[in-house]
């Protein structure tokens, strides 16, 4: 599974961003998928999941009511509209995908990841 990740940049506070990751080489329906985010000096953690069937999702308490994730089949790709960011979004975002059923929030159930897309929040 390739996956390629887009969207990112430099956004004001209170700002809105959407990010993008289309991915090949695998059946994406049989794809579970996360967004996960790196700040500087700290661990990598989930941001938001979605299921490979039913479309179900999982956020980090973080992001709650702000972020969304989303899946087009059509166009194999996940999406993670934010909005509302703030300064302690500032983090490289990684998508990830792993073949199986269900939805997964730790970074070690993940096979398959894209490349890191900053999002800087300034203040």
């Given at each position: 599974?390739?996956?390629?990740?887009?969207?990112?940049?430099?956004?004001?506070s209170?700002?809105?961003?959407?990010?993008?990751?289309?991915?090949?080489?695998?059946?994406?329906?049989?794809?579970?998928?996360?967004?996960?985010?790196?700040?500087?000096?700290?661990?990598?953690e989930?941001?938001?999941?979605?299921?490979?069937?039913?479309?179900?999702?999982?956020?980090?308490?973080?992001?709650?009511?702000?972020?969304?994730?989303?899946r087009?089949?059509?166009?194999?790709?996940?999406?993670?509209?934010?909005?509302?960011?703030?300064?302690?979004?500032?983090?490289?975002?990684?998508?990830?995908?792993?073949?199986?059923?269900?939805?997964?929030?730790?970074?070690?159930?993940?096979?398959?990841?894209?490349?890191?897309?900053?999002?800087?929040?300034?203040?």
């Amino acid at each position: 599974v390739q996956l390629q990740a887009s969207g990112g940049g430099l956004v004001q506070s209170g700002g809105s961003l959407r990010l993008s990751c289309a991915a090949s080489g695998r059946t994406f329906s049989s794809l579970a998928l996360g967004w996960f985010r790196q700040a500087p000096g700290k661990e990598r953690e989930l941001a938001a999941a979605i299921s490979s069937s039913n479309g179900a999702t999982y956020y980090a308490d973080s992001v709650k009511g702000r972020f969304t994730i989303s899946r087009d089949y059509a166009k194999s790709t996940v999406y993670l509209q934010m909005s509302s960011l703030k300064p302690e979004d500032t983090a490289v975002f990684y998508c990830a995908a792993v073949a199986r059923l269900g939805i997964y929030a730790y970074a070690t159930s993940y096979d398959y990841w894209g490349q890191g897309t900053q999002v800087t929040v300034s203040s």
